[in-house]
């Protein structure tokens, strides 16, 4: 549906017209879960109900196809549309999601329910990276005795570069104690104290605050709490490409 599959993407099913019973709203969940442990078809089955949105998780025996199913949100389908302007808007998009995909995926920081970063904060991270880029070139300061402008009129799409400066950002300059991220109206930052403290969320200010773009009062980076060490590891190899290139 996005276009921004790797080998080892889940799989996602949205299951609509599911009963809930208001007194546990986890029922349904774990009534799944028993059923398809109960069939034989995977090697692993998880009901993570605790979650912003509760899932059960599955491996499948014959494939190893990791599926994630959650019931009655259509919020994916939502955010799934939007993805794919997305790409079609930032030509580099796609192959940096994919790269950044499986670093986050070696390194085990790609499951939102244990504190890492998704694939839908990572493509939005992405995004708002080459907002300012883009920004940045629309900016085109003019030399002060021609009047010519002294900047590329589109920015340069080097996917070498591009992914160098990602790291550094994130991994760097990024002020995660002060800033937020928000996509609307081609993208800005926001002051993360202020809009935190209007959610009632400031227990964690060295996370990553970020504005889901379908709706706008939800932070979707409040439960990335192993962000530090993610962004250490952005770091990390943003040293060691750099050194790469410094080789003789």
Known sequence: MTKILTPTSDLDILVMGVPENKRDSSEAYFTLGEKIKDSNLVSYV????????????????????????????????????????????????????????????????????????????????????????????ASRPVHPDTGASTSLPEPSWNLGTLLLEFLHLYGVTFNYFSTGISLPDGGSYLVKRKRAKQEGNNARPNMLYMENPDLPDLDIGRNSYTMP?????FEHAHQLLTAALGDP
């Not at 994916?76 to 993805?83: A, K, M, N, V, Y």
């Not at 060490?229 to 590891?233: L, Y």
């Open 46 to 137: 998880e009901c993570i109900t605790n979650a912003k949105v509760p899932i059960v998780k599955l491996d499948h025996k014959k494939t190893g196809i990791s599926v994630d199913i959650c019931f009655n949100n259509d919020s994916g389908l939502r955010t799934g549309t939007l993805i794919r302007q997305f790409v079609k808007d930032y030509p580099p998009l796609r192959p940096m999601v994919l790269i950044l995909k499986i670093f986050l995926t070696q390194r085990r920081m790609n499951e939102t329910y244990s504190g890492g970063i998704g694939s839908f904060v990572l493509t939005l991270m992405i995004v708002s990276f080459l907002q300012m880029k883009q920004r940045q070139c």
């Open 229 to 233: 060490k993610i962004r250490r590891s």
